[in-house]
T-cell receptor, first 114, second 115 residues
C-alpha cells in the first residue's frame, strides 16, 4: 500500500527565514511519481513539482528547492528566504505508474510572519 | 499552463435540494478528471474518478447515487449532490489530467453549505 507522511502539522517562521517541509513516502512500486502542491487560503491547489522515481536530481526553481532521496524515501521541500505570500498548506503526494490516483499526505500548514 | 475552472465557487442551498458543480479544463482536453472532498484542516479525500464517455469509478464508502458524476465531453465533468443534507457541506475540488502528462491540475474548488 502507498502512504505519504508529512510529520509537520504546522510550521511558523519569520519572513526571510529558510524552511524545509518534510515528506516521507512508502511504496512497493519501482516506478512512481512524487508531487508537491500548495493550497493558499483561497483553496485552490497549485501544482509545484512532479518528480519520477528514476530522477533523483535535486531541483531548484527560484526560492524553491526539492531534495529527493530514495535511500530514505523522502522528498523534502525547502523555501529559501520565505515570504508572507508563502503562507499556505503544502501537500506532498504520490502516484504509481499506471494509476493516475494521488495519495496525499495530511499537509503542512506554513505560516510566514512579517 | 493548465487551467481548470469550477462553477460555482460557492453555493448555499436548502436541505433536500440538488446541487450541480461543473469542472472544466479550459486549455486542454482531459480524458480523466477526479472529484475530491476536503473537510476543514484536513487533506483531500478522493471521491471518484471520472472518465469521458464512461461511468465514474467511486471510492469505497462514497454513495454513487448521492454523488452523480457525468463526464460528457473531454473538457467537462459535473458532480451533482442529490438531496443534499447539512453533512454534505464541504469543499469540493476537481482535478483534470492533461493527457500524457500524468499530472493532476486542480480547480479552485466549490464551497457547499447546506442549511
Amino acid at each position: 500500500a502507498q502512504k505519504v507522511t508529512q510529520a509537520q502539522t504546522e510550521i511558523s517562521v519569520v519572513e526571510k527565514e529558510d524552511v524545509t517541509l518534510d515528506c516521507v513516502y512508502e511504496t512497493r512500486d519501482t516506478t512512481y511519481y512524487l508531487f508537491w502542491y500548495k493550497q493558499p487560503p483561497s483553496g485552490e491547489l497549485v501544482f509545484l513539482i512532479r518528480r519520477n522515481s528514476f530522477d533523483e536530481q535535486n531541483e531548484i526553481s527560484g526560492r524553491y528547492s526539492w531534495n529527493f532521496q530514495k535511500s530514505t524515501s523522502s522528498f523534502n521541500f525547502t523555501i529559501t528566504a520565505s515570504q508572507v505570500v508563502d503562507s499556505a498548506v503544502y501537500f506532498c503526494a504520490l502516484s504509481q505508474e499506471g494509476s493516475e490516483k494521488l495519495v496525499f499526505g495530511k499537509g503542512t500548514k506554513l505560516t510566514v510572519n512579517p | 499552463g493548465a487551467v481548470v475552472s469550477q462553477h460555482p465557487s460557492r453555493v448555499i442551498c436548502k436541505s433536500g435540494t440538488s446541487v450541480k458543480i461543473e469542472c472544466r479544463s479550459l486549455d486542454f482536453q482531459a480524458t480523466t478528471m477526479f472529484w475530491y472532498r476536503q473537510f476543514p484542516k484536513q487533506s483531500l479525500m478522493l471521491m471518484a474518478t471520472s472518465n469521458e464517455g464512461s461511468k465514474a469509478t467511486y471510492e469505497q464508502g462514497v454513495e454513487k447515487d448521492k454523488f452523480l458524476i457525468n463526464h460528457a465531453s473531454l473538457t467537462l465533468s459535473t458532480l451533482t449532490v442529490t438531496s443534499a443534507h447539512p453533512e454534505d457541506s464541504s469543499f469540493y475540488i476537481c482535478s483534470a489530467i492533461r493527457d500524457a502528462e500524468e499530472t493532476q491540475y486542480f480547480g479552485p474548488g466549490t464551497r457547499l453549505l447546506v442549511l
